[in-house]
């Protein structure tokens, strides 16, 4: 355990070598954990994680001290299932796609697109099918929506890893996004997308083995 004491975390932007030049959200999450201070701690699943630096680094000075109690709910979630990225890439891009600039909504019309076909194949339904929540955030953008499913269409070389490329990226454009919209509530949207993509991650834990009781042994 590192030897100092803070009960109440101040968060600031970006990466800092100790607790003396500050702490983003991540960081003090290992410092909980009891892990060596760094911004990507073992305790927490690495994109959830990627999600909770990116709102720390584009929520507003203002609106950050308000992610502080959200650090202990990221220890420990570390699921293994592949549901998990494309999952929570879904959920954050369902969150930005209405709201973030013509520009970005093609980026992040054509990543919900490509991760909703994993979960196609993952779940077992037909290749194209979205669900209800991905479907009604594309209908929200027709335009972009339109030329990403040309887009997608189309032969690429290569296979890009979804869940160390595109995921992450795909990520950090929502809540980039969300931060520079045109909005007068860009705190709270990034902290809604951070708690959700905390919660996706929660539900794809796996559940913790039962306690088997043994009957005690009278002796006579």
Request: proline fraction near 10%.
């Given at each position: 355990m590192n030897n100092f004491d803070l009960t109440v975390p101040i968060l600031s932007r970006g990466k800092h070598?100790?607790?003396r030049k500050g702490a983003c959200f991540m960081?003090?999450?290992s410092y909980?954990?009891?892990e060596p201070w760094s911004d990507?701690?073992?305790c927490t699943h690495p994109l959830l994680a990627g999600v909770a630096r990116d709102v720390n680094d584009c929520t507003t000075d203002a609106g950050r001290a308000r992610l502080?109690?959200?650090?202990p709910s990221v220890i420990g979630l570390v699921p293994?299932?592949?549901h998990v990225v494309p999952r929570i890439t879904a959920v954050c891009i369902q969150h930005a796609l209405p709201v973030v600039s013509q520009e970005r909504q093609y980026i992040l019309a054509v990543g919900l697109l490509v991760g909703e076909r994993n979960l196609a194949v993952l779940d077992g339904r037909p290749f194209d099918s979205l669900e209800p929540a991905s479907q009604e955030a594309l209908d929200s953008v027709p335009a972009a929506t339109k030329w990403a499913r040309t887009f997608?269409?189309?032969p690429h070389r290569g296979n890009p890893d979804f869940a160390r490329r595109t995921a992450p990226r795909a990520v950090?454009?929502?809540v980039e996004g969300i931060s520079q919209a045109c909005i007068t509530n860009p705190d709270e949207r990034l902290y809604d997308l951070l708690e959700a993509a905390i919660a996706e991650a929660k539900a794809w834990m796996p559940a913790p083995a039962p306690v088997v009781q043994r009957e005690s042994v009278k002796v006579r």
């Amino acid at each position: 355990m590192n030897n100092f004491d803070l009960t109440v975390p101040i968060l600031s932007r970006g990466k800092h070598r100790n607790p003396r030049k500050g702490a983003c959200f991540m960081e003090f999450a290992s410092y909980l954990a009891g892990e060596p201070w760094s911004d990507h701690p073992s305790c927490t699943h690495p994109l959830l994680a990627g999600v909770a630096r990116d709102v720390n680094d584009c929520t507003t000075d203002a609106g950050r001290a308000r992610l502080a109690p959200m650090i202990p709910s990221v220890i420990g979630l570390v699921p293994d299932d592949p549901h998990v990225v494309p999952r929570i890439t879904a959920v954050c891009i369902q969150h930005a796609l209405p709201v973030v600039s013509q520009e970005r909504q093609y980026i992040l019309a054509v990543g919900l697109l490509v991760g909703e076909r994993n979960l196609a194949v993952l779940d077992g339904r037909p290749f194209d099918s979205l669900e209800p929540a991905s479907q009604e955030a594309l209908d929200s953008v027709p335009a972009a929506t339109k030329w990403a499913r040309t887009f997608t269409a189309r032969p690429h070389r290569g296979n890009p890893d979804f869940a160390r490329r595109t995921a992450p990226r795909a990520v950090s454009c929502a809540v980039e996004g969300i931060s520079q919209a045109c909005i007068t509530n860009p705190d709270e949207r990034l902290y809604d997308l951070l708690e959700a993509a905390i919660a996706e991650a929660k539900a794809w834990m796996p559940a913790p083995a039962p306690v088997v009781q043994r009957e005690s042994v009278k002796v006579r």
